[in-house]
DNA sequence: TGACTTACTGTATATAAATACAGTACCCTC
DNA sequence: GAGGGTACTGTATTTATATACAGTAAGTCA
């Protein structure tokens, strides 16, 4: 990985950086830091951060507040993903206001974009390796290119499927023959796709 | 237990704020806010945060500069788990250090425990959805009840596979009828169980 | 021996940023 | 048509917090 090796005191100011963000979501304060080890001197903390900083483990912007940005591996921050319980029939807009929870994930192996996450009812991907209960992480797009895997509202349901091209024809097909394909145009009720997916969660137990 | 719906501008600030936290490591001041969105003053700001901090999505701390917790149900703990690449040869103890990444979670679905993931190599658990490439997540312990999935140490090689009782065998199964069953006890090489897989995390493309 | 780094105390000053108060305008809905 | 919520502008004040300068003490290097 490195980056220089830092002294005890200066590991610990990491440590004690990295988990006061983690737990209150934004940098402490030079006094905060000097309080939390009892430090009655600012200067102290500020030879520390100096010195992180040097090494390359944080990154300060000067004069501001609390500017104090980790650096290195350990990816500091994540996003809530909110799970689509149930997706409302007839809706226009997905109404992603309506969810129950959320799923911490990393915003570096999301990507870019709006995401949400879907339980999966069903067996129809089972070969695909998404199972009944497994969470589906989507990005929310209305196209997608064939091969992809997508969500697609088709009346009142979310579904999981393929999108793929037969000849002229582009349709939704389940990892499981014992499923109907469905064309994407010309069918009643018209499938809209609500996103690709992108990743799979699933728990044990 | 949903939080209250948001207006348009409050979950537009909403968002603001989640990325700008993700990306930075700390919150955004009132003036940082005002000025993404084009504000000329403060008061839209605050009261913008005000109706957030009302219906449950973010805390503040009155006084302190740029205390904003985001709620919104995610992480109080998020935590990184760290991905083995290779578990080394003749090893005693798991060197949970030797690792490249990290995989954000949060400790609310982990539970308790140490863990880890490990990136899934072969297709033995391929019948328990589990594929090649796939990665595990991993609570460290050294037993497991029957019908776990547990990851186990045969030699070089870290596995993914089921522990079954056969009778008075206990032993390790893929979900492949290609692969052999292994017993726990009286094979050569031990097999020593490193961690019950608790998860599951896949990407696509 | 002296120069250098780490690890702090103590006091003082400057300022980024929160707060406060006074408005304007546009919905709703009762 | 009055009252409440949303969505701001504009100016002034206060303060939490960063910065600066001056030291002390111990350990390491050479």
Do not use: C, W
């Not at 650096?71 to 921050?77: L, S």
């Not at 992480?137 to 579904?159: H, N, S, Y």
């Amino acid at each position: 990985m490195s980056l220089p090796a830092l002294t005890d005191r200066q590991r610990a100011l990491l440590d004690h950086l990295a988990s006061f963000v983690a737990k209150r979501g934004y940098a402490p304060s030079l006094q905060e830091i000097a309080h939390a080890f009892g430090f009655s001197s600012l200067q102290g903390v500020k030879d520390h951060l100096k010195a992180l900083e040097r090494k390359g483990y944080v990154r300060r912007r000067p004069g501001q507040r609390r500017a104090i940005t980790l650096m290195g591996q350990p990816r500091p921050f994540a996003t809530g993903v909110p799970i689509l319980g149930r997706v409302p029939a007839g809706t226009p807009q997905l109404a992603l206001e309506q969810y129950d929870e959320r799923l911490t994930l990393d915003t570096a192996t999301l990507g870019p974009g709006r995401h949400f996450a879907l339980q999966v009812k069903g067996d129809s991907m089972i070969h695909a390796g998404i199972h009944d209960g497994d969470y589906v992480l989507v990005r929310q797009q209305d196209t997608a290119e064939p091969g992809a895997i997508v969500v697609a509202l088709l009346g009142e349901d979310a579904t999981v499927k393929y999108l793929r091209r037969r000849g002229r024809q582009v349709r939704l097909e389940a990892a499981n023959p014992a499923y109907q394909p469905i064309p994407l145009h010309g069918h009643v009720p018209a499938p809209r796709i609500l996103g690709r997916v992108v990743g799979l969660y699933r728990t044990f137990r």
